[in-house]
């Protein structure tokens, strides 16, 4: 069964920072494109940065130059290192896997449950 655990979620303060977590089954985390999306009350899901399984990386608008993805084969996780947070970003962020690279939410495969980050002070 394929599973994308999230951990790392939670509040933090404006300017601050947060890492997240996703572990990934090895069958999905050695061929699959990983990524992070969010979804924000009353507004869409959107791509906040993926990553190929060869390492090339990608990032949504709103927070290049902040964020970080990266991804380690020994554990099988992708993380999302968060820096600066503003209160924009306060949202549900989700782990995905699709087979190729997609910017939309339904191009991925396999989706986390999901892990709160609150930005306030």
């Known amino acids: 069964q394929v599973q994308l655990v999230e951990f790392g979620g939670g509040l933090v303060q404006p300017g601050g920072s947060l890492r997240l977590s996703c572990v990934a089954s090895?069958?999905?985390?050695?061929?699959?494109?990983m990524a992070w999306f969010r979804q924000a009350p009353g507004k869409q899901r959107e791509l906040v940065a993926g990553i190929s399984s060869a390492g090339a990386t990608t990032y949504g608008d709103s927070v290049k130059g902040r964020f970080i993805i990266s991804r380690d084969s020994t554990q099988n996780t992708v993380n999302l290192y968060m820096n600066s947070l503003k209160p924009e970003d306060t949202a549900v962020y989700y782990c995905?896997?699709?087979?190729?690279?997609?910017?939309?939410?339904?191009?991925?495969?396999?989706w986390g449950q999901g892990t709160q980050v609150t930005v306030s002070s």
């Open positions: 995905a896997a699709a087979f190729v690279f997609a910017p939309s939410p339904n191009g991925y495969d396999y």
């Open positions: 090895g069958r999905i985390f050695r061929s699959y494109f």
